[in-house]
């Protein structure tokens, strides 16, 4: 059973574009959240999603950032106009569908490290 | 505020030390506790995790933690550690009601053979 897979692993853009980070859930899960870690820092969590609906962006900037997790394909974290701050390690997690608050846990990806030249 | 707190930034041991590493967390209501570790080059891994009952928590590899609600404490503990456990260790917490977790800033363990 696959697990959590994010792609790229490593990408760099120059300030101004955007940048598109992209999360497969593991094989049954459909809720989907993303995290940030800026350098000497812990993750931060940003968006919570479940297939086509957004049910908790607490965490994401109120302007560059949006996400979507659509009914086929993987979720993506959308960055535009990318700037300096922005370089981080972008981590995305699944969880299954959840039968009661306290039985689930969230599986991470590997992450995908955002560089901003 | 919802925060998490790890007092050690950087540990470094023996293989055959003790270790403990402490989280302390800051919330209103009743909570789900996770320790997490990510080992070089690799994804965060779930070690324990903490819902109700028995406040001492048995995980993976030989790491146990204890939740003292007085003191807001969910400690990690292993009593012998070995070079593989080089890592970065990560305390979270959940409220009940809620999906995020909400991280500390971990602690690097680094274990010398």
């Known amino acids: 059973n696959a697990g959590v897979m994010q792609n790229p692993r490593h990408l760099v853009r120059r300030r101004g574009q955007e940048a598109r980070l992209r999360c497969s859930p593991m094989?049954?899960?459909?809720?989907v959240y993303w995290y940030r870690q800026l350098p000497e820092e812990g993750l931060k969590f940003m968006v919570y999603?479940?297939?086509?609906?957004?049910?908790?962006e607490s965490g994401m900037p109120k302007e560059r950032f949006s996400a979507e997790f659509p009914k086929e394909g993987p979720s993506i974290l959308r960055i535009q106009q990318v700037v300096r701050g922005d370089s981080a390690a972008y981590f995305c997690?699944?969880?299954?569908?959840?039968?009661?608050?306290?039985?689930?846990?969230?599986?991470f990806g590997p992450g995908t490290r955002l560089t901003v030249t | 505020a919802q925060s998490v707190s790890q007092h050690n930034h950087h540990v470094i041991l023996s293989e055959a030390a003790s270790l403990e590493l402490g989280c302390n967390y800051s919330?209103?209501?009743?909570?789900?506790l996770f320790w997490y570790v990510q080992y070089p080059g690799q994804h965060l891994q779930l070690l324990l995790k903490?819902?109700?009952?028995?406040?001492l928590v048995k995980g993976i590899k030989g790491f146990e933690a204890e939740f003292i609600k007085s003191k807001f404490s969910f400690n990690l503990r292993k009593p012998s550690v070995q070079w593989s456990d080089t890592a970065e260790y990560f305390c979270?917490?959940?409220?009940?009601?809620?999906?995020?977790?909400?991280f500390g800033t971990g602690t690097r363990l680094q274990v010398f053979p």
């Open positions: 999603l479940q297939k086509e609906n957004i049910i908790d």
């Open positions: 997690a699944s969880s299954p569908p959840t039968s009661g608050r306290n039985l689930y846990e969230q599986y």
């Open positions: 094989k049954g899960h459909s809720h």
């Open positions: 979270a917490v959940k409220g009940y009601n809620t999906d995020k977790l909400i």
């Open positions: 919330y209103g209501g009743t909570v789900n």
């Open positions: 903490y819902f109700s009952g028995d406040p």
